[in-house]
């Protein structure tokens, strides 16, 4: 019974082992210089940088 | 600007705009495995990256800000600064403080938020329940044969806002998106476009502020094609005087897959 038990548990990790695994999880590489800000002088300025 | 132009011209500022890492971001997802929109959300658990949405019973799923234009010049923090004022994209909106006030902008997290402060100006409604200005719009679409595939026309006319001075502008705009069918519902895909796009908007009663735009292109590599004229129609402030309507709409685009047609 007690091997049962044990069979059973180490299922059930296994398969929750693999679940996790197949999650997708996206790492966002967010990491920016200090004052990482634009600054333009007007609004036409940056019409023209973004067209 | 291209797709590559763009990357070297971030690399030579050494700047991260939002539209690149909300675009990295989308484009790590796999939409052909996610099952549940509970998964789909996880992974986004800020709700900083992806837009999720229904549009006629069916999931829509874009990366945040994919129609504004200036999300390639926006920081993480959506921001950026025209002469004194700072401004933040939120939801296809615009709005802007004086630039004392960055802070207490960054933390704005909807348009309804700050229109109820004296602090901040909206300077563009975007997607949200608040409207205070005029305007027209359509939206055409088709999906292939097989439907896998889909294409998407958005056409607008508005006056609304300016900033910097404040003044009300005329503004003729459309926008085109390509989507793929995953397990959940259509999310946003990079499809050689073909084009060809008229519109006009005229007013009987005030020439000056009439507007036409034409675009045409052959096999367009986008995901999502914005682009607009403007016109003055008041350089003192807002106005409702003058409607904006449209007088000519000659829409037709296909991605290969799926075709859009329109004519009034």
Same mark, same amino acid.
């Given at each position: 019974?007690?091997?049962? /038990? +044990? ?7 296994? !398969?929750?082992?693999? *679940?996790?695994? =197949?999650?997708? /999880? +996206? ?7 200090? !004052?990482?800000?634009? *600054?333009?002088? =007007? ?9 | ?264």
């Amino acid at each position: 019974m007690k091997k049962v /038990k +044990i069979f059973t548990l180490s299922f059930l990790l296994f !398969a929750l082992t693999i *679940s996790l695994n =197949s999650c997708q /999880k +996206i790492e966002v590489d967010d990491s920016t210089p200090d !004052a990482n800000i634009l *600054s333009f002088k =007007s609004l036409e300025e940056l019409e023209t940088t973004i067209e | 600007m291209s797709d590559d132009e763009r990357i070297n011209w971030g690399k030579e500022m050494n700047f991260k705009s939002f539209g690149t890492i909300s675009k990295t971001f989308f484009e790590g997802i796999n939409f052909d495995s996610i099952k549940s929109i509970e998964e789909l959300k996880a992974l986004d658990k800020d709700d900083k990256y992806l837009n999720i949405f229904k549009e006629g019973g069916e999931w829509v799923f874009e990366p945040k800000e994919l129609n504004s234009l200036e999300r390639f010049v926006a920081n993480e923090d959506k921001l950026f600064i025209i002469d004194s004022n700072v401004y933040k994209l939120i939801d296809g909106g615009l709005v802007s403080s004086d630039i004392k006030l960055i802070d207490e902008l960054k933390k704005i997290r909807s348009i309804d938020e700050a229109s109820v402060s004296s602090s901040f100006s909206i300077n563009r409604v975007g997607n949200t329940t608040f409207k205070s200005i005029l305007l027209e719009e359509h939206t055409y679409s088709d999906v292939s044969w097989d439907k896998e595939y889909k294409i998407k026309v958005w056409i607008q006319t508005e006056n609304f806002w300016a900033f910097n001075p404040t003044r009300t502008l005329r503004e003729l705009e459309f926008t085109i998106t390509n989507y793929k069918k995953g397990i959940l519902g259509w999310y946003s895909k990079k499809l050689p476009t073909t084009y060809n796009i008229y519109l006009e908007t005229y007013d009987d009663y005030a020439s000056e502020v009439g507007l036409w735009i034409e675009a045409s292109a052959s096999m367009h590599d986008i995901e999502s094609y914005n682009t607009y004229r403007r016109t003055l129609v008041d350089p003192n402030g807002w106005t409702n005087k003058y409607n904006p309507v449209f007088s000519v709409i000659r829409v037709s685009a296909s991605n290969g897959y799926a075709s859009t047609y329109a004519v009034n």
